[in-house]
């Protein structure tokens, strides 16, 4: 069983609906989430960052982090063609001083016009 | 530049062929690292480096791959002797300090294998 399990989706869903995107993962000592954006051919761009439980909100995104069940989300607003990517969750306990992120597999969404 | 600049874009090697992968991290950025993404699969970790350290080499397939930071900023990822099962897109990021900071990505180098 991977440490970070996130469906691959596909997601489609239309324009301006309200997209959810879930991970549920196993370490309980990940204390850092953090949550991608990857189009084709590009590398993964940071959407957002969040330390611990509890959520967080930038323009269109929040992010919530449940630690209790393990569980982190996604949510995406008034959702538009340009978010068509595929979403990452990432995570770490920055234990060791490494730093390194565990990733999900990616959800791929498309956002219809 | 402004962001992590990675270089080749694509690489074609023919099985056998080392290939040296290039990374300019940001400026100033302290940490370094290495992912390794499969078709389909979320990136997954090779390396760490902080400054010219390298502290984490775990992810590391093989002793083919070989990482170095010498002078703690531009890094080169090394793999000898590659085989049709590195071809992937390596990926290096970036942060501004050790650990407990978000990483930032480079766009990629793919490598194919043939």
């Known amino acids: 069983q991977k440490e970070v399990e996130q469906d691959p989706g596909p997601l489609s869903v239309p324009e301006g609906a309200i997209v959810s995107l879930n991970c549920t993962y196993s370490n309980s000592a990940f204390q850092y989430f953090m949550w991608y954006r990857q189009y084709s051919r590009k590398g993964p761009e940071l959407l957002m960052y969040?330390?611990?439980?509890g959520n967080k909100e930038d323009g269109r995104f929040t992010a919530q982090v449940d630690k209790s069940s393990k569980y982190i989300s996604l949510f995406i607003r008034d959702s538009q063609p340009s978010d068509s990517a595929t979403y990452l969750c990432?995570?770490?306990?920055?234990?060791?001083?490494?730093?390194?992120?565990?990733f999900g597999q990616g959800t791929t969404l498309q956002v219809k016009p | 530049g402004a962001g992590v600049s990675q270089s080749p874009r694509y690489k074609v090697a023919k099985r056998g062929q080392d290939v040296a992968l290039r990374c300019d991290p940001i400026s100033g950025h302290v940490s370094l690292f290495w992912y390794q993404q499969a078709l389909g699969q979320g990136p997954e970790f090779l390396t760490y480096f902080q400054n010219e350290a390298q502290l984490d080499k775990s992810g590391l397939p093989s002793d083919r791959f070989f990482a170095e930071r010498p002078e703690g900023s531009v890094s080169t990822l090394k793999i000898q002797r590659t085989q049709q099962e590195d071809s992937a897109v390596y990926l290096c990021?970036?942060?501004?300090?050790?650990?407990?900071?978000?990483?930032?990505f480079g766009q990629g180098t793919r490598l194919t294998v043939v």
């Open positions: 969040t330390y611990s439980s």
């Open positions: 990021a970036s942060s501004y300090t050790e650990g407990r900071a978000e990483a930032f």
């Open positions: 990432a995570m770490s306990d920055f234990s060791g001083n490494t730093g390194k992120l565990i």
